[in-house]
Each structure stands twice: as C-alpha cells, then as structure tokens.
C-alpha cells in the first residue's frame, strides 16, 4: 500500500512540474513596432529560438491575434506563412488601421507568445514608400500558448491528484473491512454485544 502512495505521489508531482517546464524549451523574438503606408502591405516576422538545438523541436501549430481575437489566415485581409523550425510570419495586406498583433506557437519542445507587435499606419508616404521596421527585437520566453488551454493544466492535475487520494481511501476502507472480516467470532465487536 505505501509503494502504491509513493508512486500515485511521483506522478502528482510530475504533472504540476510538466505544466511548469512546458514552455522553457522555446522562445519568439519579433520586431516590437512596424510602420507602414496607408493601402500597402506589410509583414510581421518572428524568429523561433530553440534552447535546445540538438533536440530537432518543431512547431506544430501557430497563430495570430489581435484585439479583435484569432486571426483567420484566409487570404482576404491576412497571409500567414512559416516553417517547422525557424519562423512565423502575418502579412496583412492593404493596411488601414493601427493595431497591435501577437503569435503564439506550440512546439514538441514548448511553448511561447510574442510581446505585442505594435503596426503604425503612415497617411503619407514620408520616404519614397518604404515600410520601415523598427529594429527593437523583444524576446519573450515562458509564456504559455493559448492561454485558456494551458490554464487548465493545473486544475487538471489537482483533479487527478484529487482522484488518486478517492481511490487510495477506498481501497484502505475495503482493506478494513476484509482485515475485520478475517477475525474470528470471539474477537468481532459487534454492535449488538456493547449494548
């Protein structure tokens, strides 16, 4: 019974120490502000960084948001293109608006969110229509990818720890029982006896 405890112990433990190393593995650094002429087109890179090399990480799923929510890369409006290992990229095409924009990855290795990605929209075309990044990279590391998801991780393992603790009762409770009902007549209390 304390070897069962012991391991049902370990794998609590693991569970909350996987949610905590999820995401150390990976990192994104993207340009912090990108300006653009009003009606143009514009880009939005982000490099991946591996902390690990050696491991052969790949992402596995990526997006885009803004304040509206999920961006949809559907060819209308955005453009989304990436590999498996080094980049994500968001082109939005025909820029109107300012507005802040964010990537999220999920790779086998972790995973990671950009810091805001800030888009200023030029109404003139200031230096023969160039679009001019501004070459501050952010990097961010450690923040979980689809944040609701990844919020769930803990509860889960406490529910799972919470059912491991059910389970180890019962069985400790019937282990009683079958131990009581082992004894011999003489030795049983019985209810009817202390009255």
Known sequence: MSLLWIRLSVLCVATFQQTRAMDEGVSLTCNNTVEVVAGKNVTLNCTVNFQDEEENCKVLL?????????????????TCQWDSVTYVSLTILNVTEQGNYTAEIMTDCGMAKSSPITVKVQLTNRDS???TPTQVPVKITSVPIL??????????????????VGILLLLFVFKRRRTAQALPDCLRINSLDVL
Do not use: E, R
């Not at 990526?62 to 955005?78: A, L, V, Y």
């Not at 944040?147 to 491991?164: A, E, M, Q, R, T």
């Open 62 to 78: 990526h997006n885009w948001q803004n304040t509206s929510g999920t961006i949809p890369c559907d060819m209308m409006k955005f």
């Open 129 to 131: 229509g160039a679009v």
């Open 147 to 164: 944040g609701v998801v990844s919020s769930y991780i803990p509860i889960l393992g406490f529910f799972v720890c919470l059912i491991v």
